[in-house]
């Protein structure tokens, strides 16, 4: 399906990059609201971000504020003049941010994995023109997070952008959710006219974090960013770790690097920040392969058998030469590959062997 998109056109907002949306993951106190907002406006933040209702991965966490909250984000709005956006996940939460005058909507990762849920939602706003943000889906599926645009655009809206979150993973290492960056890039390559935010806060999970991944994402052609901003962020209810305070915020944003070049695909830092990402996944995978090879270790040692099979070995140069070859590679090149983690496998075999 093609979506049928018009710009985001948000009152007062310049479509210059990267449009900012800044506020606390969530709304605790009229204070804290109310505080963090100010502090924002002062630095010339233009759109205020709060959750009203949080999805929590376990119950007992706090779960948002609920409706009551929408107030504070009436008052952001009238006494700062900011655009005021939050998450919704049900029927129930649209209409009340319609009735409070919530200025733009996002849908959250883990709703978006849910298609029953994203109709919901759809059919709620039926005739609503308001601009929705969809986050991905918590899993990494590119169709199911167009598939969810797709719902929200059948319901009449155009005026719709993406938020890319990362995406979560079994192993937890330096981010929190994974970026990716493939992913959002093959999202811009289907829908180019698509305004694509960048959420640094749940991709890092942590606040030093978050001005790579800002300026990553502007390297990227991204249009915007939306990053939690708390006045107090240790004491924070939720996502205490990864936010910044206004003052960190507006100190990053002063220095990001905006170059031009938007939607190239040849834009070479695009393609640099691919190999990156084969980069890692290359080192990440040999690091699988050389904790299996310990474990092969202690179970040589344990029946008293030699380190070098050479059959075995033999087997695998033969096998990835062949492999590499209908991939489009020189097979000489894989078996050197190959030799030279055979090479390091066997070292880390004779340390287990010689314990
Ligand atoms: C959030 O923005 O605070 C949030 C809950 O994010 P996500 O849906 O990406 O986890
Ligand atoms: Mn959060």
Request: glycine share 8%.
């Amino acid at each position: 399906m093609e979506l049928e998109l018009k710009p985001l056109a948000l009152t007062g907002i310049e479509e210059k990059r990267p449009i900012v949306i800044a506020g606390p993951c969530s709304a605790e106190t009229e204070e804290q609201v109310m505080n963090t907002a100010h502090q924002l406006a002062k630095k010339g933040a233009k759109i205020f971000r709060a959750g009203i209702w949080k999805p929590r991965t376990k119950p007992g966490g706090f779960e948002g504020i609920g409706v009551d909250g929408l107030a504070w984000l009436k008052r952001v709005k009238e006494e700062t003049g900011m655009l005021v956006s939050t998450e919704v996940a049900t029927a129930k939460h649209v209409y009340e941010c319609l009735k409070a005058g919530i200025d733009i909507l996002w849908i959250g990762a883990r709703t978006t994995a849910n298609p029953f849920a994203v109709q919901e939602l759809a059919d709620a706003l039926k005739g609503v023109d308001i601009p929705v943000l969809v986050k991905n889906p918590v899993n990494p599926d590119l169709e199911l997070w167009i598939g969810a645009l797709e719902r929200i655009n059948g319901a009449g809206l155009k005026r719709l952008g993406a938020i890319h979150r990362g995406f979560s993973s079994y192993d937890k290492k330096i981010y929190r959710n994974l970026p990716q960056w493939h992913i959002p890039i093959e999202l811009r390559r289907r829908i180019p006219e698509l305004p694509i935010f960048c959420d640094p806060s749940h991709i890092g999970g942590k606040r030093e974090l978050v001005a790579p991944l800002c300026q990553q994402a502007m390297d990227l052609g991204f249009d915007g960013l939306i990053v939690e901003s708390h006045c107090n962020p240790d004491s924070a209810w939720s996502d205490a770790s990864q936010q910044v305070t206004p003052d960190v915020l507006s100190y990053i944003l002063n220095l990001l690097v905006i170059r031009e070049g938007k939607h190239t695909t040849e834009n070479l830092s695009e393609l640099r920040s691919q190999i990156d990402e084969c980069d890692n996944q290359l080192i990440e995978v040999l690091a699988k392969r050389m904790r299996v090879c310990r474990e092969i270790g202690t179970f040589k040692k344990e029946h008293g058998m030699t380190i070098l099979q050479t059959g075995r070995y033999n087997e695998i140069l033969d096998k990835r030469g062949a492999q590499g070859a209908l991939c489009g590679m020189d097979s000489e090149f894989i078996k050197k590959v190959f030799e030279a983690i055979h090479e390091e496998s066997v070292r880390q075999q004779m340390e287990i062997i010689n314990k």
